[in-house]
């Protein structure tokens, strides 16, 4: 699993993450343990309540594009911020552990070997359609256990190909824009020109030493 990806980027999980976050550090004998400060943490707790906000505005029924996009600055402003504090206090700290790091939603470093031969899955997605002009793509290994979230062994993220076409593309260089995932679900915002518009997706496991697995079959979704 990369460094980079244990932060969820889907509205609803970002929420709950940040929660849990905060909520352990909160902890009187967690923050003395780890040598953090009332006052670091209430600087960190100003983005994520900020962005609490956000998000429950956000889902009013009566919520409008502004709201959407000032959730989406917020949630941007609060992975940035954690992001620091993390690299700051936490992940070099000598006293965090590993239950430390699950506790909180942080990587647990891998120490097994790295697989020096690409999968031969690929991420299997499903489309959901939150918001006007956002589409998300949800996938998990087409190999694994229904339920799994596990990407394969030595695979660090999906690489996404796009493009909005006028007909089923018949080869693969027609997907023209290419995205990286590290967790998924994977969030797409179109322009309110695009909607109507159907655009295609497929997907492709890579591994950590850059080698990809095989094509997903390809999806396509009418952009909301």
């Known amino acids: 699993m990369s460094a980079h990806d244990y932060i969820p980027q889907a509205f609803e999980e970002l929420d709950i993450w940040l929660t849990n ?53 917020a949630a ?6 954690v992001r620091h504090f993390v690299n700051r206090l936490i992940r070099y700290n000598d006293a965090l552990t590993d239950a430390d790091r699950i506790q909180m ?4 470093p891998d120490t097994s ?14 489309i959901r359609l939150p918001h006007q002009c956002e589409i998300e793509l949800h996938y998990a290994d087409s190999a694994a256990p229904t339920g799994s979230r596990a990407k ?27 995205d990286f995932s590290t967790r998924s679900p994977h969030a797409f915002t ?25 094509w997903s079959p390809i999806l396509s979704a009418i952009i909301p």
């Open 105 to 108: 939603g942080l990587t647990v």
């Open 113 to 126: 070997p790295t697989p020096t031969t690409p999968p031969d899955s690929y991420p299997q997605a499903t």
């Open 152 to 178: 394969p062994p030595g695979v660090h993220g999906a690489e996404i190909r796009q493009a909005i076409l006028p007909a089923p593309p018949t080869e693969d260089d027609q997907l023209v824009q290419s």
């Open 76 to 81: 941007a402003t609060a992975i940035a911020q």
């Open 21 to 73: 976050f905060t909520d352990y550090l909160s902890e009187q004998t967690v923050q003395a343990r780890l040598g953090i400060t009332p006052t670091q943490l209430n600087e960190l707790q100003v983005y994520t309540v900020a962005y609490h906000s956000a998000n429950a505005n956000a889902d009013l029924p009566n919520a409008g594009p502004a709201d959407r996009i000032i959730r989406r600055e």
């Open 190 to 214: 179109y322009n309110l020109s695009q909607r109507g518009q159907t655009v295609y997706y497929r997907l492709r496991w890579e591994t950590t030493r850059g080698m990809k697995g095989p």
